[in-house]
Every structure is written in C-alpha cells, then in structure tokens.
C-alpha cells in the first residue's frame, strides 16, 4: 500500500490548510475496508495521533488538540483522504503523516501508531503567529 501526502504549507493563525493522502497499490483489501489516520510529530516529542477514520462504517475520532478545527474525510472515487484544517495555531505546526491498515486488522480505531502499518513520508505543516 502506498500513501503519498499533499498539501502542506505555511499559513498564519487562524488560518487554514487542507492535506491530502492518497491511498494505492492496494493488497486484498477495497479502499474502502481501510481505515486512515493522520499523525502529527515535532521534533524531540512522540508522533501524535490527530484524526482517524474507518471507511469501512464511516466512523471518526479526534485528538482534544484538534477536535472542532480539523476536519478528515475520504472520497472513495479518489481513494483519497483529506484532512481539513482550519483556525490553526502556532501549536499545530509538526510534520503531518498519513497512515493505513485494513480495517479487520485495527483494534481500537485511533489506537495509536502500532495499529497502522502502511505510512507515507509527510508533509510539513508550519503556522505562524
């Protein structure tokens, strides 16, 4: 399974940004039986778990950290997910991962990293004040 990430920039407080995961080279398992999540790490500190998403029953689950501001969604024509952020903070700036794992695999959705085994490289997030 390959994950490749998009979408990162700079943006100032308060302001938006939407990351883009697009998911390939499935194996045994539709897009649709994964579930995705997107992790955030800085430097020095434990990769943070910030939204996951079961396609397979459309369920989601949301850091404190971001829950209200962040928004994931998947478009399964595009076998793509996206991570909409918005009224972001200085706090919000890390190296953004996406990653996979066949749903029938996961046993807790956002359960941390261990659960995923497919992840992309990362896209750089910075927000200025």
């Known amino acids: 399974v390959q994950l490749v990430e998009s979408g990162g920039g700079s943006a100032q407080t308060g302001g938006s940004l939407r990351l883009s995961c697009a998911v390939s080279?499935?194996?045994?398992?539709?897009?649709?039986?994964?579930?995705i999540a997107w992790f955030r790490q800085v430097p020095g500190k434990q990769r943070e778990e910030v939204a996951c998403?079961?396609?397979?029953?459309?369920?989601?689950h949301y850091a404190d950290s971001v829950k209200g501001r962040f928004t994931i969604s998947s478009d399964n024509s595009k076998t793509t997910v996206y991570l909409q952020m918005n009224s972001l903070k200085p706090e919000d700036t890390a190296l953004y991962y996406c990653?996979?794992?066949?749903?029938?695999?996961?046993?807790?959705?956002?359960?941390?990293?261990?659960?995923?085994?497919?992840w992309g490289q990362g896209t750089q997030v910075t927000v200025s004040s």
């Open positions: 990653a996979a794992e066949r749903w029938v695999y996961i046993q807790s959705l956002c359960g941390g990293p261990d659960e995923y085994d497919y």
């Open positions: 080279k499935f194996t045994g398992y539709p897009f649709d039986k994964y579930a």
């Open positions: 998403l079961s396609n397979d029953d459309g369920s989601t």
